[in-house]
């Protein structure tokens, strides 16, 4: 019985946990005190199609079905439709550690377990590095990896971690020789389609990615061209997914929004410095990459391809109308940052090291302050501050 409460789900549960004390805080709590975008989600599920992004995710959905199944005062309704949505995320959540756990237990299976379980948790804890105590002043323009305030973001996570594991396994030398490719190519089709479906900015940028790295990849010898043909077959579904949301979203009788081409426009009104969010947002990763270039895995080579992508679909493409200031393209950055801290950690922690450790020790360090300044962010959100 002892052994059942060390094994990785028991943390994974608890871990669960706080983050439901985190969306139940949400829910609850006026906007004036905690502005987030859970109640409005909620909203959304309550009033399918009198707004102009009801019923766009795939969370909607699973939410409306489900709440659809009870009969209730109208009272009631936002508390059914909230807690629904809290299970949903919940879900989402835990198998987002399971996958990270998982992967590595098995990648690197002579790896101490508990070091493996404590860097899964640090993956969703690491955050932006603050440099002041007032955490609006800090977060503005930098963006963080885990976003705690998006349960869109939360949903579609899990399918996209899912998506890029199976990638992974496609891609890597030796790996498309593994057993059941063709299970691994329908799983890679199906993540990226239900990432695209419950929120497709992990997708706009991951499929070029995929591409990108594939052709590479095919270029050096890595790959056959017919598996880079597969991979690509694998991803039209979610063009498809991609193109109906955007219809749905831009077309409506009376949306004044589309997404135009402005460098710097909306990242810009954020930050006074695309050099200090860069770093703050990215230090640890962008010394990861800088110390091991002439030997990056294949993982974070990805990570890295994918980062650069997603940053610069941030900083090019904005909304005009009324979304204008939004930064939603910032939702790309922001999962160009989880990959990359997810493969840097992988990188620094779980590889074979051959620095010396007058480089060892700085990265230590940058990793430590990315640590303690995400935990410092995520206690300041379960006590009730502001995600600003």
């Not at 019985?1 to 609850?28: D, E, I, N, P, S």
């Not at 979610?238 to 004044?256: L, S």
């Not at 940053?311 to 090019?316: A, D, E, G």
């Not at 779980?350 to 700085?362: M, V």
């Amino acid at each position: 019985m002892l052994r059942h409460f060390t094994k990785f789900q028991t943390a994974a549960f608890w871990c669960t946990c706080a983050y439901v004390f985190l969306v139940h805080g949400q829910l609850w709590t006026p906007d004036t005190a905690f502005a987030s975008d859970t109640a409005g989600h909620v909203q959304y599920v309550l009033n399918p199609g009198q707004a102009e992004l009801s019923g766009y995710s795939l969370l909607h959905t699973i939410c409306g079905l489900i709440f659809g199944l009870f009969s209730l005062a109208a009272p009631d309704h936002f508390m059914v439709a909230a807690g629904v949505m809290m299970v949903l995320l919940a879900g989402a959540f835990y198998h987002s550690l399971m996958l990270v756990h998982g992967y590595w237990t098995k990648k690197y299976p002579l790896v101490n377990r508990f070091k493996i379980s404590a860097l899964t948790i640090t993956v969703f804890v690491v955050s932006m590095l603050l440099l002041m105590p007032w955490l609006h002043a800090a977060y503005l323009g930098v963006f963080t990896g885990n976003p705690w305030h998006n349960p869109t973001y939360t949903f579609a996570r899990v399918f996209a971690i899912l998506a890029f594991l199976g990638f992974l396994k496609l891609t890597e030398p030796g790996a498309p020789s593994a057993a059941n490719p063709v299970a691994w190519h329908l799983i890679l089709a199906a993540a990226a389609i239900l990432s695209a479906w419950s929120k497709p900015s992990f997708m706009i940028t991951l499929g070029p990615t995929f591409g990108l790295v594939a052709v590479l990849a095919a270029w050096r010898g890595q790959l056959t061209w017919k598996q880079v043909w597969w991979l690509g077959a694998c991803l039209v579904p979610t063009v498809v997914a991609v193109v109906i949301i955007r219809h749905n979203i831009y077309q409506g009788p009376a949306v004044t929004n589309s997404v135009v081409l402005r460098p710097g426009e909306a990242w810009g009104h954020y930050t006074p410095s695309y050099t200090m969010s860069v770093a703050l947002a990215a230090g640890f990763p962008l010394y990861v990459v800088a110390v091991r270039w002439r030997t990056l895995s294949h993982a974070l080579f990805a990570g890295t391809v994918h980062w650069v992508i997603a940053s610069l679909v941030f900083y090019l493409l904005a909304e005009d109308g009324t979304r204008a200031l939004h930064a939603n393209f910032a939702w790309c950055y922001m999962g160009g940052l989880f990959f990359f801290f997810l493969f840097a950690i992988e990188e620094w922690f779980l590889r074979p090291s051959s620095e010396n450790r007058w480089l060892r020790w700085p990265g230590m360090l940058l990793f430590a302050a990315h640590l303690l300044s995400g935990a410092r962010y995520l206690i300041s959100l379960l006590v009730g501050g502001p995600y600003l």
